[in-house]
């Protein structure tokens, strides 16, 4: 050990003071000489040890390829591949040593004979090669290491493979040159093949007992990493916008059915992640989609159809051990819908720049799929999904959207504005029967309150809308309550709503019926003397006047209280 330190010192100091390239064939053999006498030394170390605890002198044995390739890299420097040619070689030796004493050479000593010719020419690789072919060689040779490595129960062989694989990132990362943007450019194939050497060393590590199988989930998320990056970034220099967008939707279709069908094949649970997270990719990029355009132009029907029905597809595969399989075709369809609504909203678009149209489009599209889902048959497991998820996002949506559609300002451009038959009326009364019906099967009186609060608000806003046409107003809150004509239209809309509620609480004998009725009479009473009567010299509110009070008269004499449920058992007692 002291000859050797002693020879490497003062080799390096005259290396520096006083190495000439013209003095190399006479350094070359001797610095030969020197690596090949201690190589001998440490292997000759090793190989007395029969009988004995093996070891290994690990200075020397390490030491020496170590001090060759830095004293090696001054005298081939005037050499383009010197270095690399040099390193090549020296795994050569090692690795031809290997070969000659592996009957009789101590495990130990084979070991460090083969990861020292592993590392020299893992070297000779980016002395050699530019980034993007040495990240290839490093990903594969890794992957074959980390093969033998698990197989033989060899933890420095998986350790190297696994520094194999990070090193071959980042080489591709940080040590590429440019190539021109087209499908040929090296950096992209080296990229997809690293995430396959990647994909396949997680592979391995799931079926080793070793406790290296806890790598298992950080090298599949390497894979993912390096697949989806390469893809994104070379079609992101070839396409523009939504062409762009629509690769992206087909690339994450294709790679999500081959997940799928790895994880079928090889019953590989981890690769189940790609059957919940594709449908939220593709929502990012329904998103991204319709903010630059209609999802179904030109050949994104292709990508779109596709991607729907890739999603299908995952929904067969493993359904038998799939404890949210319902959950699943959920957002397949919540997906599907939304793509739908998308264009239809395109379409109405292109055809009119009337936003009223636009609205009701949307809330008659929730309004019929709230209809028709509840009618499909399907198995048991799945029957959630479409007959009580759905619809109950479709009615919270579309009660928000109905909701929303009370304030816009009335209009039916290109054509004219009639009473009911217009974009804002009837699609809203349409919706409202439609989401009553679903929903009164359900909450049963909590959903008849909410309907008729309901039909009350539509009721006023159809008042509201035709009085604003026809007596050109402008939808204006304060425009239209400062005019007696609205006041007045009001104050008796509100009188028959209560007539007509306490009329058919006599029919149905139900006391909230006529309750309500009361209320809305309540609310019309206190109307009359805190609103109408400040100008009670006007025509329009004598009429009020007089129109709510014979109201009041006649339902007092045709609809009187209906008795409590407990009176009427009594009486038929």
Known sequence: LLGFTFTFVVGVIWGVTRYQPGLFHSVEPFLLLFCALYL?????????????QPAIDSTILFGTPLAFIGLQQPLVAPWEYGLAISSALAAGVYATLWWLLRQRAPLLLKDALAGTALVLGSLAIPLALPGDWTAVCWAAEGALVLHFGLRQQRHWG??????????????????????????????????????????????????????????EAPLLGWAALFWYGAWVWQLERLFNERPLIWAVIALLAVSGIAWAV???????????????????LLTFCLVANALVGAP????????????????????????????????????NLWLGLAVLAVQVDYWVGDWTA????????????????VRLLPRLQLAEEIENAYHEWTPALLCSLGGLLWLAMLFPAPGASPFDWLALFNPLDLPQL??????????????????????????????????LRTLAINLNLPWDASALFASDKVQTAL????????????????????????????????????????????NSGTLERIVSFIGVGLLLLIIGYIAPLPPADSEQTAGEQ
């Open 491 to 534: 104050a008796i809309l509100w009188t028959l709503g209560g007539v007509a509620s306490m009329a058919l609480s006599r029919r149905h004998a139900s006391r909230p019926l006529w309750i309500g009725g009361a209320v809305l009479l309540g609310m019309t009473v206190l109307k009359l003397f805190l609103v109408d009567l400040g």
């Open 296 to 331: 179904l132009e030109s050949w994104g029907w292709l990508a779109w159809l596709l991607a729907l029905a890739g999603n299908s597809l995952l929904l067969r595969i493993g359904r038998d051990a799939d404890a949210h399989l319902a959950l699943r075709h959920a957002l």
């Open 354 to 369: 009337e936003l009223n149209w636009n609205l009701a489009a949307q809330l008659l599209l929730a309004a019929a799929l």
């Open 158 to 215: 998986v350790l190297i493979a696994l520094l194999l694989q990070f090193g071959a990132g980042m080489s591709l990362l940080f040590d590429t040159p440019s190539h021109p943007d087209n499908w040929s450019d090296p950096r992209f194939w080296s990229a997809l093949i690293l995430a396959l050497c990647a994909l396949f060393s997680a592979a391995r590590l799931r079926l080793t007992p070793m406790r290296w199988r806890a790598l």
């Open 262 to 280: 790895l994880e079928a094949r090889l019953n590989w649970r981890r690769l189940a992640f790609a059957r919940f997270v594709l449908p939220l």
């Open 40 to 52: 001998m030394i440490g292997v000759r170390f090793a190989l007395r040890q029969e009988g004995r």
């Open 430 to 463: 349409v919706a409202l029967l439609a989401f009553w019906n679903w929903a009164r099967q359900r909450l049963h009186t909590r959903a008849d309150l909410a309907a008729a609060g309901a039909a009350f608000l539509l009721l006023n806003a159809i008042a």
